[in-house]
């Protein structure tokens, strides 16, 4: 497939499906619905924030992009064209996307150095080919996420975490991706170097045109640093749109209880709180019709035997059977998010 800059986004997720089968033999396994058919679009220099409760699928989807595991079925095309397997000899085509984990301990081998981790890149996908070139491609990569020349020859165990995270970033950088995929880059860090990186980030895709797919639970990060923000529950995707609208005027029950339950997100969109009982039915043995009827206050008989479609709710799509029915945000909801937000535009 050739790519349209006109008309294709950087990001195409397309009816994406993973499902884990588990346990017993074939006649008798069951399968984990993981991610069960979603469609999203991601522009060029923007961000797509993924957020939802844990289990819900997001990483999933993170992995899925990067090829750490191969979808049941759909497609995911970067720039228009179908990443390749990772089996593939491809790498010019592969090294597009790449990914920042939430865990730097575990994603950096802690007994090399940071020149060592950061120039590994350039040797798998043989760019750079003399050593001189490639130190000066390290160098780079290391000033711009803010560490000194002096922490090359530091081995990864001596950093801290804040630290670790940026040699993380400066190893995906070094092959030229397009795509950064996110995966809860901050969730362990404290509040003063979670600020820091998320700045670090906003500057990196400002300077280098990059696209961001953020799997995220922190709420006040997704004001900071997305364009869009895409809701799922137990492998679906229940609202999509702009973050100012999503937050400001969000639609679908399951999105309001998550802003509820965030105050600094609450207080600025004056949002409806909502309540929901029990807990996330199993993967395994999904609920029919709307996945979420089971702890909504709203669900009706519509709710429990259909799939509801996303449907617009201003520039947002909400999948939810009662979205006229429910009670409206405080006034000025949308505009107190946008005065929050406007810094990203």
């Known amino acids: ?20 089968p588990v346990g017993g033999s074939r006649r008798s396994r069951q399968v984990v619905h993981a991610v069960d ?52 000899r491809a790498r010019h085509e592969r090294r597009r996307v790449q990914l920042v984990s939430q865990s730097p301990w575990s994603a950096l081998n802690q007994r090399k150095t940071v020149r060592h981790i950061v120039s590994q890149p350039l040797v798998v996908h043989r760019l750079f080919p003399s050593r001189r070139q490639r130190e000066g491609r390290v160098r780079e990569l290391i000033e711009r996420v803010g560490l000194a020349p002096e922490y090359l020859d530091r081995r990864a165990y001596e950093l801290s975490g804040g630290e670790l995270q940026r040699v993380t970033i400066a190893r995906a950088l070094a092959v ?16 003063s170097v979670k600020a820091i990186l998320v ?35 137990l492998g679906k995707l229940v609202e999509v749109g702009p973050v100012v609208d999503v937050f400001g005027r969000p639609g679908h029950p ?15 969109g004056k949002l409806p709180v909502v309540s929901i009982r029990g807990e996330v039915p199993s993967a395994i043995d999904v609920p029919a019709g709307c ?26 799509a909400v999948a939810c059977f009662r979205l006229a029915d429910l009670p409206s945000p405080a006034a000025g909801a949308l505009s107190t998010l946008a005065s929050r937000t406007e810094t990203k535009a």
């Not at 953020?214 to 004001?223: A, F, G, K, P, S």
């Not at 089971?294 to 709710?313: I, K, Y």
């Open 199 to 233: 700045n670090l980030l906003a500057d990196l895709q400002r300077d280098l045109g990059l696209t961001y797919v953020l799997i995220t639970h922190e709420l006040d990060i997704v004001l900071h640093l997305a364009d869009r923000v895409a809701v799922m529950y």
């Open 37 to 88: 058919g979603i469609d999203v679009d991601v522009p060029a220099g923007e961000t797509l924030a993924i957020v939802g409760e844990s289990g819900c699928g997001k990483s999933t989807v993170a992995k899925t992009m990067v090829g750490l595991t191969t979808p049941t079925s759909g497609e995911i095309l970067i720039g228009g064209r179908r990443l390749p397997p990772v089996t593939s």
């Open 291 to 316: 996945r979420f009827h089971t702890r909504c206050p709203f669900a009706e008989q519509a709710c429990r035997a259909a799939v509801p479609a996303l449907v617009g709710n201003g520039d947002a």
């Open 254 to 268: 399951y999105t309001r209880a998550l802003l509820a339950a965030v105050p600094s997100v609450n207080d600025l």
């Open 1 to 20: 497939m050739t790519a349209d800059p006109q008309l294709d986004p950087m990001v195409r997720i397309a009816g994406l499906v993973k499902h884990f």
């Open 176 to 191: 030229g991706p397009d795509v950064l995929v996110l995966d809860e880059p901050t969730a362990s860090l404290d509040v």
